[in-house]
């Protein structure tokens, strides 16, 4: 395995995945992570992750020095590099112009970690700094018109420094860069895959769990239903799975579950139906935080409720994915940037004394739907678009009604009825339909009218850390259109959102 040691970078979780796409397993951990740690994860190779910091700034993350003693191959990226000259008596100065974007790197040594890349490439570049000079041992192995060290290495003490990002798809030969480190210099084996992902998790949960009970939070959704099965395989009957109806469902949802889960895969299975218990404390509120923070407390006491209910259960399975565990971890007090806390971390009362089970916590989503399919799980499982935790309260702007729900069920259903008849479910990361809290005029059947304007949004994505709007066909929005306004009472006009991730994010709250 390789450890990846994150200082901050926008990038790291992408550096994870160019390890995982050569079937060679990695985790990142922060850089408070003990030296005694990183020995029981005996890793082949660490890499050091870019960041925003400056070397010099006093809040710049650092990793205990005795990491550059462990005789294990270590790689700096970016602000990795500056951090591992600066730890070894080299000196990173203040760039007096800033790099970034693409640059081409002329490559001075075609070996060890450039060993098949030409002479002249493109790679990308994002740093302030630069390495003013080197610590012994080490030579420059490449270099840009402004970055005379873009590359250096000591390859008889194994460490390698990359001013650029190799890991993004504008390096155009970043990929072979990883993959010699990997290889060539790490000696690392692939052996990383969904089937020897399944052995390990079983018998890891196996180990966990041992003869006692244990319950999940079953949404339906990619996550919390690969968790479902997977745990089932390892422990069986010790499972039971807790589906809550929480009022803001989208048509025919708790319905979908009960079906597939129960009686298709024979997993235990309790259902509450709490949609009036939800909608009474969602009464009223229009503020999309209070929403969430709404719908996550009365999930939690209702999941309580149910949990009394199961005698002698020691254990709480949940379907955190790794994005979820280091943007979560960045919350409280980790190097990255915080994006936002997430439900699924941290979030239930200590008061409920469960131990915590998340097989699928070093995982990122698309290893989630592969390893669905590993477990046999329908494509309609494995493939569906993900669907908020607060449902469609969080598709409604403003206040939400038993109407407004019904309303937007309708224009919902149709929705996916047409994107899914032109087949381009599949094609699209998430496509839905969003409530305005405003109305417009409008003439039907010769008489005015003064209704609901609905948003459509449709968005391509690969993780949904960055999205980009959908050119849905004409003649696919216009049939959306006509069929809504004409079968949904309540909504005169149809408009499409045609904004990427970033600026605006992927769901409207």
């Not at 239930?348 to 070093?362: R, S």
Request: one cysteine or more; hydrophobic letters at 40%; charged letters at 25%.
């Amino acid at each position: 395995m390789i450890l990846i040691i994150d200082f901050g970078s926008q990038y790291n979780q992408l550096i994870a995945r160019r390890v995982r796409e050569n079937h060679v397993y990695c985790q990142i951990e922060p850089p408070n992570i003990s030296i005694a740690a990183i020995k029981r994860l005996d890793p082949e190779g660490i890499i050091l992750s870019g960041g925003p910091a400056s070397i010099y700034s006093q809040r710049a993350p650092r990793v205990d020095k005795s990491v550059f003693h462990l005789g294990i191959p270590i790689l700096g990226i970016c602000y990795g590099l500056q951090y591992m000259v600066d730890s070894l008596g080299g000196k990173v100065i203040g760039s007096k112009k800033r790099e970034y974007g693409f640059a081409e790197l002329l490559v001075k040594q075609q070996q060890d970690i450039f060993k098949g890349v030409n002479k002249k490439t493109q790679c990308w570049m994002s740093h302030g700094d630069s390495i003013g000079s080197l610590p012994k041992g080490f030579v420059i192995t490449a270099s840009t018109a402004n970055t005379p060290v873009a590359a250096a290495q000591d390859s008889k003490h194994g460490f390698y420094g990359l001013q650029f990002h190799p890991e993004v798809v504008h390096t155009k030969e970043g990929k072979k860069i990883l993959s010699n480190f990997l290889f060539g210099i790490c000696h690392c084996k692939k052996t990383w895959s969904m089937k020897s992902f399944v052995a390990d998790a079983v018998e890891e949960i196996r180990r966990q769990v041992g003869s006692e009970k244990v319950m999940l939070g079953l949404s339906g959704g990619v996550d919390s239903s690969v968790a479902a099965v997977l745990l089932n395989k390892a422990i069986g009957r010790q499972l039971t799975c807790v589906f809550v109806d929480n009022g803001v469902l989208r048509a025919g949802e708790a319905e979908r579950v009960i079906k597939m889960f129960k009686k298709h895969l024979g997993i235990n299975l309790r259902f509450a139906r709490a949609g009036k218990i939800f909608l009474k404390k969602l009464k009223g509120v229009t503020d999309p935080e209070k929403k969430r923070k709404i719908i996550g407390r009365t999930f939690i006491q209702v999941f309580e409720k149910e949990a009394q209910q199961i005698k002698g259960v020691k254990f709480l399975a949940q379907g955190t994915l790794y994005p979820d565990l280091i943007e979560s971890r960045s919350a409280f007090g980790g190097p990255s940037a915080v994006i936002k806390s997430h439900h699924n971390v941290g979030g239930l009362p200590k008061k409920m004394n469960l131990k915590l089970v998340e097989p699928l916590k070093h995982l990122f989503k698309d290893e989630v739907r592969l390893l669905g399919k590993e477990l046999g799980l329908a494509d309609d499982v494995v493939w569906r678009q993900p669907f908020p935790g607060p449902g469609l309260a969080i598709r409604i702007i403003g206040e939400i009604t038993p109407q407004r729900l019904s309303v937007l069920r309708q224009a919902d259903t149709i929705l996916w009825e047409e994107i899914r008849a032109k087949k381009l479910y599949y094609k699209l990361w998430q496509s839905f339909a969003v409530l305005l809290p405003i109305k417009s005029v409008g003439i039907m059947g010769d008489q005015r009218t003064y209704e609901n304007i609905l948003a459509i949004r449709a968005v391509t994505s690969d993780d949904a850390m960055t999205a980009d709007w959908a050119p849905l066909p004409h003649d696919v929005l216009a049939r959306i259109s006509n069929r809504i306004i004409n079968e949904v009472r309540g909504i005169n006009r149809v408009v499409y959102d045609i904004s990427s991730k970033p600026p605006s994010t992927i769901e409207w709250e």
